[in-house]
């Protein structure tokens, strides 16, 4: 029987309760299953490791979990630690080194949720985000000179290389050929940003010639946050930059109904490292230790995660079992409008996966 070792790092806020929740349904798949299991290694990495050592993981955190099959992430951050301080400290701290560099965020309709937009059903918002999860806006190029002076000066340098460009607009290419739509849209800002944006156009038109199927268009993100809103039906798989898709997945993640149900795949596509996968809502530390926390967003990522592992019948059961809890409105926690708790949506899903025979 096959053993998958995962890291598991809920960190801070309501990470630490729907990690908790996602192992718990992740067992129960294995167990379901019967051709393979799960050790779960945790590590209390975070912002109360920052506030007793100093440091949000040891000096040889990633050389702990290097070696894992899969990282299963909550969510980092702190009222009162400073949010650049959680996000270098931890999270980009495991995905750059480890060159996860393909950030992957699909958006639709669960059955039994409303979108914002009231008018759209399901099949018209069925989307793909993929974001450049390595350099761009976060390459953490930059400094500060005379703190405090009226002069002071502070940079942040958007970095983009050729491999770096290449690499995610040719994984986007790939991934929008294996959806059935066949459709990507890059989203770009060359009007204003006449270097770099405009190397990224010239890349995606290259790449484009190596996936003739794949039918493309190119968009402007400011006109981009427009047509997400307005004709959500001619989109399928996009690809932005670090910034640019970072803020266009938490817009799409909103028109599909909450933060609360949007996965994450952090992927390093060669599996030279392993990769990470992670709920899209934070920390909400409003709402941390109250048990109200939605753990749809993690079991979502966790079909990814089983997916990344080749778990595929096992990925399926657990989409299928969140899609059947969705469903009924009695099992909508806060944010979607309804008064379940954590642990009946979660104890619903777990009741739905053993009650699967496909």
């Known amino acids: 029987m096959k053993t998958y070792t995962i890291a598991a790092i809920p960190a801070d806020g309501i990470g630490v309760e729907v990690i908790a929740a996602g192992i718990e349904a992740l067992d129960v798949l294995a167990e379901k299953a019967g051709t393979f299991r799960f050790r779960f290694d945790r590590f209390d990495w975070?912002?109360?490791?920052?506030?007793?050592?100093?440091?949000?993981?040891?000096?040889?955190?990633?050389?702990?979990?290097?070696?894992?099959?899969?990282?299963?992430?909550?969510?980092?951050?702190?009222?009162?630690?400073?949010?650049?301080?959680t996000l270098w400290g931890l999270r980009l701290a495991i995905c750059q080194p480890f060159d996860q560099y393909a950030n992957v965020r699909p958006t639709r309709i669960l059955p039994g949720i409303t979108s914002p937009l009231r008018n759209v059903s399901g099949p018209e918002l069925d989307w793909v985000i993929v974001r450049e999860n390595?350099?761009?806006?976060?390459?953490?190029?930059?400094?500060?000179?005379?703190?405090?002076?009226?002069?002071?000066?502070?940079?942040?340098?958007?970095?983009?290389?050729?491999?770096?460009v290449d690499r995610i607009i040719r994984y986007a290419f790939a991934l929008?050929?294996?959806?059935?739509?066949?459709?990507?849209?890059?989203?770009?800002?060359?009007?204003?940003?006449?270097?770099?944006?405009?190397?990224?156009?010239?890349?995606?038109?290259?790449?484009?010639?190596?996936?003739p199927d794949v039918t493309w268009d190119k968009m402007l993100v400011d006109a981009m946050t427009m047509r997400m809103v307005t004709k959500p039906e001619t989109l399928d798989t996009i690809v932005a930059t670090n910034l640019h898709a970072d803020i266009l997945s938490d817009l799409a993640a909103a028109l599909a109904g909450s933060l609360g149900i949007a996965p994450t795949a952090n992927i390093n596509p060669e599996r030279t490292f392993p990769s990470m996968f992670?709920?899209?809502?934070?920390?909400?530390?409003?709402i941390a230790g109250k048990g109200i926390a939605n753990p749809i967003a993690t079991f979502w990522t966790a079909c990814q995660m089983l997916e990344h592992l080749g778990e595929k019948s096992a990925a399926d059961r657990l989409m299928r079992a969140i899609e059947r809890v969705t469903a009924d409105p009695n099992l909508h926690t806060p944010d979607l409008?309804?008064?379940?708790?954590?642990?009946q949506v979660t104890a619903a899903v777990i009741a739905a996966i053993r009650g699967d025979n496909a």
């Open 176 to 211: 929008a050929r294996t959806r059935p739509r066949k459709l990507l849209t890059v989203v770009t800002k060359s009007n204003a940003q006449r270097y770099a944006m405009v190397m990224w156009d010239e890349i995606a038109a290259e790449v484009a010639r190596d996936f």
């Open 337 to 343: 409008g309804g008064r379940a708790t954590t642990r």
């Open 46 to 85: 975070g912002s109360d490791h920052y506030k007793s050592h100093g440091v949000m993981m040891p000096a040889d955190g990633r050389d702990q979990i290097r070696n894992h099959d899969a990282i299963f992430f909550g969510a980092v951050g702190a009222p009162d630690v400073p949010d650049h301080i």
């Open 278 to 286: 992670e709920p899209i809502h934070g920390s909400a530390f409003d």
């Open 134 to 164: 390595s350099e761009g806006e976060y390459a953490g190029v930059g400094g500060r000179v005379h703190q405090g002076h009226p002069n002071e000066v502070a940079t942040d340098v958007s970095m983009m290389t050729r491999s770096g």
